[in-house]
């Protein structure tokens, strides 16, 4: 196991799959450092040569800075088992997963070997913890100064607080009573093996805003969780915290002094609790599995995991027609809502946001659109009304308009691009530059025209006398007016010379490029669907119920006339309309670009962003039809997975077996996760995430040993169970004489590393933090479904 990963092992690592490393040591640790250099002349190169003069002497004071008496709360990216959960998690080692990966051994212990993390998970009952009684996890916030100020009956640590720490810095810490401490805290020398760095791919999780480098931090707890009898209905409550031990070295030991004190001080970085039953009761694999169910307790079959209303009437020959067409708009996804006419009529109109149970076919005319109205359907045979695509331009028009910023852009590209297609249409109808010898128009400015002179040896022409002109001089005579100006102004802006003018104007410049890539970001945010409120994507609750799961298409429609909202503010005449179209294209396909790559730039995996050539490129100047090439589905999930494991993996395989890039993945609340797709997958996977796979034991206390030779003679993986028989007793390792069940690393790691010799049948060498948590890691949990409305498995 190396001890210090080199590589970004988000990129490298395949997506499943994880690297185990004893830790990641910086290369100074945590503290206030001097460096003193002196320097002396002598007189020869000798060195017992006469020095002349005084040595020379500088001193420089520096602070190497770390946490120390708190962390940052982003930092904690995982806490297993989940806060305010409940479950059976008497066999489960709690753990922390941190997303800085060196902050367990950015502090150094004293006494201890490098390698020695300061940080220790500790596993307590509320009757193990004293004060504290009005926090959830009995915490007791206060300043650096009360913490370490002396008591008669508390044992503070002996800390040597940084200079960047000040006496009246908040902090939060718990007492616990001393023989309880003694009970459950690791000892030095067992610290090392409670902590350890993984590394994994993380193209299959939310970005929770942190450096997702793909490395990560894990600090498991010793202790197993207390829980009632076997048989027992009854839950017992664990409050775990991440604890800071510097300066507790002393009793770090198993016959400690505690100099008489009843009860021991110690920093709290992070905490939170559970409840731990005999049988289980919501832990993945329960809330998975119930992800499946219907609210009856049935399973559900593919129909009713789409996203949409349940249809009380069937779409079947023998129901009456009005029931049928009922049916028929529910099951596509429609739900009435109330609609009040301009008329001021009350009735009711279909509407169905971008997320539909269907495919819809593209329309042209949701790119081509220029206002609200022109975008609602009417069923004349029903005397309903479809609002879905006029509320969609309705909805990016309010949004453009929302955003200064944006607004500016684009009414500055606008004109811009006004003002060059004025000055093309002069240059095209002007009869005063003139032209070249077959006929075609000379050059575009008077400027450019007299640069062309100069270039004809202008000072030539000026030294010769001039000649006697052979015909008499007349003006060139006014072009005949137009006769339908408003055509020709049409047909000009149609024409493909001023559509390939203006293109080409969008990379070059002219005012049009500097706003050109604002317009395709924030373009390309909406596409993602990130500005829009939650209502417009499931317009009724009943969609989307506690603990489901749904699936969806998008609607390349809805993202049409979504964007054409957006574009629409600024045009006030019909030729402003025909201008926009003509630049749209180009448009559409540089914000559909950069919401391809919107996941990836969040990432820092993205190269720059689209500019106008690139986009330019993509783009049929005489293509209106929308945005969307491809197609995008989705998933919406409301349940406490997302709340427990907030960096769930979801994983969307394409027939092939690859997969899907996913184009987006956030949270839209703590217990609704939002997943979207550049494709239809295959099959979807919902897994605990790998940096945060649980630790613990199976029945009767035994893990299955794993692996370690990278080649084996049995042609085992590393990490692959040796086989299903080969078992390692861990309950035989526990500490003697304490009420919970804490591992005696000491006992522990000599046995196990003669029993993974045995197995093996060689030396496996030195067993490390990385080793026992490779043995330790219980198998992920994980639900895969077939296709997007697939039954799981």
């Not at 775990?240 to 110690?266: C, M, Y």
């Not at 015909?471 to 055509?487: I, N």
């Not at 804490?742 to 060689?762: E, Q």
Request: hydrophobic letters at 40%; glycine letters at 8%; a negative charge.
């Amino acid at each position: 196991m190396s001890p210090s990963p080199q590589h970004p092992a988000r990129d490298t690592i395949p997506v499943g799959d994880i690297e185990l490393h004893d830790n990641y040591l910086p290369a100074l640790a945590a503290g206030d450092y001097r460096v003193e250099v002196t320097h002396a002349l002598r007189t020869g190169p000798q060195e017992n040569a006469q020095v002349v003069g005084e040595e020379f002497t500088a001193v420089q004071n520096f602070t190497v800075r770390g946490p120390q008496v708190a962390i940052d709360t982003t930092a904690v990216l995982a806490r297993q088992p989940p806060d305010a959960s409940s479950g059976r998690y008497a066999e489960v080692l709690p753990h922390v997963v941190l997303g800085d990966p060196m902050l367990p051994w950015e502090r150094t212990m004293r006494g201890a070997p490098a390698g020695t993390p300061w940080l220790a998970l500790l596993v307590l009952t509320d009757d193990q913890l004293v004060g504290g009684t009005t926090a959830p996890t009995r915490t007791i916030s206060g300043t650096v100064a009360e913490f370490l100020a002396d008591d008669p009956a508390v044992l503070k640590p002996e800390l040597r607080v940084e200079a960047d720490v000040g006496d009246a810095d908040p902090c939060a810490y718990i007492k616990v009573a001393a023989t309880d401490f003694h009970a459950v805290a690791p000892r030095l020398g067992e610290l090392r093996f409670l902590a350890h760095c993984r590394g994994a791919n993380t193209g299959d999780r939310p970005i929770l805003g942190i450096e997702e480098d793909g490395l990560f931090a894990v600090v498991v707890a010793g202790r197993f969780p207390a829980a009632a009898p076997p048989g027992s209905t009854t839950g017992t409550k664990n409050i775990v915290h991440l604890v800071s031990l510097e300066g507790h070295e002393k009793i770090l030991v198993d016959n400690p002094d505690f100099q008489g004190r009843t009860s021991v001080a110690l920093l709290s970085l992070a905490s939170w609790s559970f409840w731990a039953y005999p049988d289980r009761q919501a832990d993945f694999a329960d809330l998975a599995e119930g992800l499946t169910r219907t609210p009856d307790g049935a399973r559900a079959g593919r129909e009713e995991m789409w996203l949409r209303l349940t249809s009380p009437y069937s779409d079947a020959d023998g129901t009456p027609a009005p029931r049928r067409q009922v049916a028929r708009r529910l099951n596509d996804g429609y739900v009435p809502l109330p609609y009040l006419t301009r008329s001021g009529e009350a009735t009711y109109g279909w509407y169905r946001g971008p997320l539909t149970p269907v495919m819809p076919a593209p329309m042209a005319r949701a790119a081509q659109a220029t206002t609200a109205d022109a975008l609602i359907g009417y069923d004349p045979a029903w005397g309903s009304f479809d609002m879905s695509l006029a509320t969609a331009f309705e909805t990016g028009r309010a949004l453009a308009l929302a955003d200064a910023a944006f607004a500016q852009h684009l009414l500055a590209f606008k004109h811009a691009a006004h003002h060059l297609v004025d000055t093309l249409h002069h240059q095209a109808t002007s009869n005063h530059l003139p032209s070249d010898g077959d006929g075609q128009q000379g050059p575009s400015t008077a400027r450019a025209a007299f640069g062309t002179l100069l270039d004809g040896h202008l000072l030539t022409a000026l030294a010769t006398p001039p000649g006697k002109p052979a015909t008499p001089w007349t003006p060139p005579a006014p072009a005949a007016p137009l006769a339908d100006v408003t055509q020709a102004l049409d047909d000009f802006l149609r024409s493909e010379a001023t559509r390939a003018t203006l293109t080409k104007a969008l990379a070059d410049g002219d005012g049009l490029a500097e706003h050109f890539t604002p317009l395709a970001q924030w373009l390309g945010r909406l596409l993602l669907l990130y500005p829009v409120p939650f209502t417009h994507l499931v317009p009724d609750e009943r969609m989307l119920p506690q603990e489901s799961l749904r699936f969806f298409h998008v609607d390349p429609s809805w993202l049409d006339a979504l964007l054409s909202g957006a574009l629409s503010i600024g045009a006030q005449s019909s030729r402003d309309t025909l201008q926009d179209q003509i630049v749209a294209a180009t448009v559409r396909a540089a914000a559909a670009r950069v919401a391809a790559a919107h996941r990836d730039t969040l990432r820092g995996t993205a190269s720059d962003a689209p500019g106008p050539e690139e986009a330019a490129d993509t783009a049929d100047p005489g293509d209106d039809l929308g945005t969307s090439a491809r197609p995008i589905s989705g998933l919406l999930l409301r349940s406490a997975l997302v709340s427990g494991w907030p960096n769930l993996a979801v994983r969307a395989g394409a027939p092939g077996g690859a997969l899907l890039p996913v184009l987006r993945m956030d949270h839209l609340a703590p217990t609704v996760l939002l997943c979207l797709f550049d494709g239809i997958p295959a099959t979807v996977e919902l897994a605990e995430p790998q940096e945060g796979f649980r630790f613990g034991v199976e029945d009767h206390g035994l893990i299955p040993l794993r692996n370690l030779l990278p080649h084996s003679a049995g042609g085992l993986r590393l990490g692959e169970q040796i086989g299903t028989d080969v078992t390692f007793p861990v309950w035989d390792h526990l500490r003697t004489g304490t009420s919970g069940r804490v591992l005696d690393i000491g006992s522990l790691i000599p046995a196990l590393r003669a029993a993974l010799d045995a197995a093996h049948g060689t030396s496996v060498g030195p067993v490390g933090p990385a080793d026992l948590a490779m043995q330790m890691v219980k198998v992920p949990e994980a639900i895969c479904f077939t296709g997007p409305n697939g039954d799981p498995r």
